[in-house]
């Protein structure tokens, strides 16, 4: 069993603990866009946004992931100042309705820095460790999740391990800014940058980035377009391949699953979680290789 010093140090958000291993986490996606590509955008509404929160706080959701750009393929990309007006006025009524932790999704630190101040709690940069972002969460000392991402799908060698490679690099340079090790949140940006094949092998190996990077994983993989690739199925009637997917990735070692439908998802998250945690006091180790017996 690894000793208490191989286990993720636990992040403290605002009245809450969350000790890793000892359940997955779920973060509920709250977009205020238009052209969101799984359909569910606000629009900028924020009565609609804090609708969809109080909804995901009745469900149990960990944290709330707010975004003002769509990251969909062929989005049209906007202005800080649109993005400002969409995203920040939804946090803030957001943040007076629920007390979960809110989450930005945003790559622009002025974007990030409103976010902040009307009540998000973390930043979610989707294009890794951009160093504006990486001095904001180093100034704000706040948490950032670091997703991989890149422009091409050309990798040169094995996918999984060029993504570990590149989160490894990206989270050295995020503690090198100063930001506390448990204030870092890797996601290997299952959708982006990647093909529909990328994606199934970094499902399927997801206990490679548990025994070799010792930070939380989060695992985006709703509605995606791996999910349609396989079952033939439009957006709106992924519910079931996102199902069978989180699933997968929670048996891999996930530690947050970022989801649209929220209450489908907690039972699956509820469910996997009873049928593979084995509790803190076995929490696996991370950040170090699993002896081979062979």
């Not at 009540?119 to 670091?146: F, T, Y």
């Not at 548990?210 to 995606?224: D, I, N």
């Not at 997968?248 to 049928?275: E, K, N, Q, Y």
Request: charged letters at 20%.
């Amino acid at each position: 069993m690894p000793s208490s010093e191989q286990r993720l140090p636990a992040l403290r958000l605002r009245d809450r603990t969350y000790a890793w291993g000892t359940r997955t986490m779920l973060m509920g996606v709250i977009n205020t866009t238009p052209d969101s590509f799984s359909g569910d955008g606000t629009a900028g509404d924020a009565n609609a946004a804090v609708r969809l929160a109080m909804d995901f706080a009745d469900a149990g959701v960990d944290f709330i992931d707010m975004g003002g750009e769509s990251t969909r393929p062929g989005h049209v990309p906007v202005s800080e100042r649109e993005e400002l007006q969409r995203v920040v006025p939804a946090i803030a009524a957001v943040r007076a309705a629920v007390d979960v932790p809110i989450s930005i999704d945003t790559f622009k630190p002025v974007v990030a820095v409103e976010a902040l101040a009307a009540g998000a709690d973390m930043i979610n940069c989707v294009w890794g460790a951009i160093p504006g972002i990486v001095e904001l969460a180093s100034r704000a000392r706040v948490p950032l999740i670091v997703m991989h991402n890149r422009v091409n799908t050309d990798y040169e060698r094995d996918c999984v391990v060029e993504v570990i490679e590149s989160l490894d690099l990206a989270a050295r340079y995020v503690r090198d800014a100063d930001v506390p090790p448990e204030h870092i949140i890797v996601d290997p940006g299952i959708g982006f940058g990647k093909t529909a094949d990328h994606n199934v092998q970094i499902l399927s190996r997801l206990r490679e980035f548990v025994e070799e990077l010792p930070y939380p994983l989060l695992v985006g993989v709703s509605r995606k377009s791996f999910i349609g690739k396989i079952t033939g199925q439009p957006v709106e009637d992924r519910v079931f391949g996102t199902a069978a997917a989180v699933a997968l990735a929670i048996a891999g070692g996930a530690d947050i699953v970022r989801v649209h439908d929220v209450v489908a998802m907690r039972a699956v998250v509820d469910v996997a979680d009873a049928l593979t945690r084995i509790g803190a006091a076995q929490a696996p180790a991370r950040g170090t290789q699993q002896p081979n017996f062979s």
